[in-house]
């Protein structure tokens, strides 16, 4: 799915000029990858929010493919994340009601797919990621990086058309880091996702197709 920003503006002062995303505009095809980094409080993780449908626009548009995300009503933009995004948060949000593989199978099931449809891709992407061995682990029992995983195994198992991750692999140490995100590219590749990654991790940024700065509110 093809991304287009186009003069995106975003700020969180209401009294003084302060924008946080500051006219940015650029295209990324689809199946394609990204990688945005630079200095905290630049805007990645906003622009990211945005993208998703999180939060929205204060002016410009945002397209993926002929549908506009900046003019859906606020139920549509849920319903369309839910088929359409995946999201890799820095801290994974996990359910901690729930175990390893049920937090994998939930989102999968709100798109309509079978409860054992779910649960074999969910098996698969944890092997894919070696954690099948912890996949009725209570999540309160997991360590920072093996959570971290999960919520990478989750976003996996979704097969979304684009995915967004936000620093995925900053909880992780070089081996892990390295595992996951070579499954994560291959499975973009396969399925041809388009991906936007922030990341300081140069190992990841060698592995995209797209590497930008960003600068106050802008790509540089």
């Known amino acids: 799915m093809k991304i287009t920003c186009q003069d995106i503006t975003k700020s969180y002062s209401k009294n003084i000029i302060n924008n946080v995303i500051d006219g940015l505009s650029f295209d990324l095809a689809s199946g394609e990858s990204m990688a945005i980094s630079g200095p905290s409080g630049v805007g990645k993780s906003t ?45 994974p949000n996990l359910l901690k009601d729930f175990n390893v593989i049920e937090n994998i199978m939930i989102p999968i099931r709100y798109k309509g797919i079978s409860k054992i449809q ?69 499975i973009c590749k396969k399925h041809s996702t388009t991906l936007i990654v922030v990341t300081h991790d140069k190992e990841v940024i060698s592995q995209l197709n797209n590497v930008v700065q960003m600068k106050d509110g802008i790509f540089i």
Do not use: C, Y
């Open 47 to 91: 622009l990211l929010n945005l993208l998703s449908g999180l939060d929205n626009v204060d002016k410009g548009k945002i397209w993926f493919d002929d549908v506009e995300l900046t003019r859906m009503p606020n139920k549509e933009k849920i319903f369309f994340r839910l088929n359409n995004i995946s999201l890799i948060f820095q801290t």
């Open 118 to 186: 779910s649960k074999d891709i969910g098996d698969r992407v944890l092997k894919e990621v070696g954690l099948f061995d912890i996949r009725e682990k209570p999540i309160s029992l997991l360590s920072g990086g093996e959570a971290q995983r999960v919520g990478i195994a989750r976003a996996m198992a979704m097969e979304s058309k684009i995915i967004l991750a936000d620093e995925p692999t900053g909880n992780l140490d070089t081996e892990n880091s390295k595992l996951v995100m070579n499954h994560l590219i291959e």
